[in-house]
């Protein structure tokens, strides 16, 4: 099956500084999602993004899949913007509607 | 975005019972729900995939008769974790995918808010 890299496993930063988290994944896709889990785990979905860019406040998402890779970009982190983050894909073959989840980047802003 | 609701979001149960944790799409019709598994500081894993009006489909290693999964309607989706042990404690996850629009193929997944579960 398919498999998805996140990196990097943990990331402390201080508030206000950017961030940029990877997904890698090793076959084609027609779905990736990137989520936050909060502290309660409720996963809060990002963006749905199989391809191209989108921005969403002081987040972004660019996926290019023809080289099977996808970034989250946190801009001006604030201590809020803690949590893990996860990849999600779909495979493109095979007609599977499962996602896969990357294990996730875990996210540590201090004040 | 869509809503699916999960419940209930936190049980505690004795060794040898069964609990029963339901995924509801709110606001929309949801023929395929998802089923995660997530242990502490870990990924979430996919247990079983859940048709409407059908069998549901498990992934390799997870114990049918342990996980009972009912999905009797567009919009609710049951797991049942029969005869519950301890090494059954972990965090549930259900999740539901819009229905696709005419002509259309792949659509965003949504998540339930989790179910803790604590086997005592």
């Known amino acids: 099956g398919i498999q998805v890299e996140q990196s990097p496993p943990d990331l402390i930063l201080q508030e206000g500084a950017n961030s940029t988290l990877r997904c890698n994944f090793s076959?084609?896709?027609?779905?990736l999602q990137w989520f936050h889990q909060n502290p309660w785990g409720q996963l809060i979905n990002l963006f749905y993004?199989?391809?191209g860019t989108k921005q969403n406040g002081r987040l972004s998402a660019t996926t290019v899949a023809t080289e099977r890779y996808s970034l989250l970009y946190i801009s001006s982190s604030q201590t809020t913007d803690s949590g893990v983050y996860f990849c999600?894909?779909?495979?493109?073959?095979?007609?599977?509607?499962?996602?896969?989840f990357g294990k996730g980047t875990k996210l540590t802003v201090n004040p | 975005g869509a809503v699916v609701s999960q419940h209930p979001s936190r049980v505690i149960c004795k060794s040898g019972t069964s609990v029963k944790i339901e995924c509801r799409s709110l606001d929309f019709q949801a023929t395929t729900m998802f089923w995660y598994r997530q242990f502490p500081k870990q990924s979430l894993m996919l247990m079983a995939t859940?048709?409407?009006?059908?069998?549901?489909?498990?992934e390799q290693g997870v114990e049918k008769d342990k996980f009972l999964i009912n999905h009797a309607s567009l919009t609710l989706s049951t797991l049942t974790v029969t005869s519950a042990h301890p090494e059954d404690s972990s965090f549930y996850i259900c999740?539901?995918?819009?229905?696709?629009?005419?002509?259309?193929?792949?659509?965003?997944?949504?998540f339930g808010q989790g179910t803790r579960l604590t086997v005592v």
């Open positions: 993004i199989p391809s």
């Open positions: 859940s048709n409407e009006g059908s069998k549901a489909t498990y």
């Open positions: 999740s539901a995918r819009v229905l696709p629009r005419r002509g259309g193929k792949n659509t965003e997944a949504f």
């Open positions: 999600a894909v779909r495979e493109s073959q095979g007609g599977s509607e499962k996602l896969v």
């Open positions: 076959d084609s896709v027609n779905n």
